[in-house]
């Protein structure tokens, strides 16, 4: 297809589009831009890219003519279009937002444009992210000093996300490209989708934010922020709380984080071991109502804490020292309000050590674990 053959009105105006996008890119203000190669701005979804020009930078394209370009073996109108239509995404990303290869985050801007914070608020659509969308999203993460936070901690729901990668630090995918992920080995599309899922969801969240040196915002799962701010009151007030509010603000919200990372199994288990539905039971007659074997039920039980240990770090220790508060107190006094279903919860949820079969944290228990038989007698 040569430019002195184009005779039709739609070779015409892309042959006039190509040359404004060209002298815009070709500006001081798009420098950063000429090093990216043209795939950086190519979307799963597009159809008939021109493969032939995907590895190629913006700076060794441009230099050609559209002339050129049209000659190159494999490249029809219909490419040439696809091809403008990427250069034009090219163009509408901010120069600012383009973060730097090495995602420094003073230099990284919020996102504009193609992956700008008015498109954060779209619904996820991992077919939909182009590189230069995922290095803002991974500018935002190094920006906020998220990266070596789990992924987990951040995901919508831990059913749904490869358990490998809970503990994973976000940070040791801030400096890969898509391209490279996909190219890692056992990086499928599940594994691809939920680490896309919760870098969107941090972009959409500190996207638009400021920033300001003397503060800071804290990106921390609804239930254990709920459950964190209570604690931290409870421990600078006198007194026992009452039944009634251990459970509102301490059993419930947890229990909420196991049904929404855990299978409908392991959710009926913690409802049985906390005595939701009736009396707190013990191991034996969890293993009994549900069929399980009991070393099946410790493998479900270590799969509780497992969840809590991503989904709050420090709950180990918040939960450990609430406690002991409030044994504390309850030995000073005479009649001690019932706290059986909190102990029961703290020891569900962040158990002394682990239960069940043996290893180099866990030991093999052929009765009732103390933590029962305490239940129990109680």
């Not at 600078?236 to 947890?254: A, C, H, K, S, Y």
Request: net charge neutral.
């Amino acid at each position: 297809m040569k430019l002195a053959k184009m005779v039709s009105v739609e070779d015409l105006q892309v042959a006039s589009r190509f040359g404004s996008l060209r002298k815009i890119l070709l500006s001081d203000a798009y420098a950063d831009h000429l090093n990216k190669p043209l795939a950086y701005w190519a979307l799963p979804t597009d159809r008939r890219l021109p493969l032939a020009f995907l590895s190629r930078t913006l700076r060794d394209l441009l230099n050609d003519s559209l002339a050129e370009l049209s000659a190159t073996p494999g490249i029809g109108r219909k490419k040439i279009a696809s091809f403008v239509q990427l250069l034009a995404r090219a163009a509408n990303t901010d120069p600012a937002s383009l973060p730097a290869e090495a995602l420094d985050p003073v230099a990284a801007a919020a996102a504009s444009g193609e992956g700008s914070a008015e498109g954060g608020d779209l619904a996820f659509d991992p077919t939909n992210i182009s590189e230069v969308m995922w290095a803002q999203w991974r500018a935002d993460v190094v920006r906020h000093g998220l990266g070596g936070e789990a992924i987990g901690r951040f995901a919508p729901s831990l059913r749904h996300m490869t358990r490998v990668i809970w503990n994973t630090p976000l940070g040791e995918y801030t400096g890969v490209t898509l391209a490279e992920i996909r190219a890692m080995r056992t990086h499928g599309e599940k594994r691809i989708h939920a680490l896309l899922e919760v870098f969107h969801a941090i972009h959409t969240i500190t996207a638009g934010m400021g920033r300001q040196e003397h503060l800071v915002v804290r990106i921390v799962p609804r239930c254990i922020d709920r459950v964190e701010q209570w604690i931290g009151r409870a421990l600078q007030r006198p007194g026992i709380p009452d039944r009634q509010e251990l459970f509102d603000e301490f059993v419930q919200p947890l229990l909420e984080q196991i049904r929404l990372d855990a299978t409908q199994q392991i959710a009926a288990l913690a409802e049985n071991r906390l005595g939701i539905h009736g009396p707190i039971t013990s191991v034996r007659q969890v293993a009994r109502t549900m069929g399980l074997t009991r070393a099946r039920v410790y493998q479900l039980l270590n799969e509780i804490n497992d969840i809590l240990t991503v989904r709050w770090p420090t709950g180990r220790h918040q939960a450990h020292e609430l406690r002991e508060r409030l044994l504390a107190d309850a030995a000073r006094m005479d009649e001690a309000p019932d706290l059986r279903q909190f102990h029961a919860a703290v020891e569900l949820f962040y158990p002394g050590n682990r239960r069940g079969a043996a290893g180099p944290l866990e030991q093999a228990i052929d009765v009732e674990p103390e933590s029962d038989a305490v239940v129990e007698a109680s």
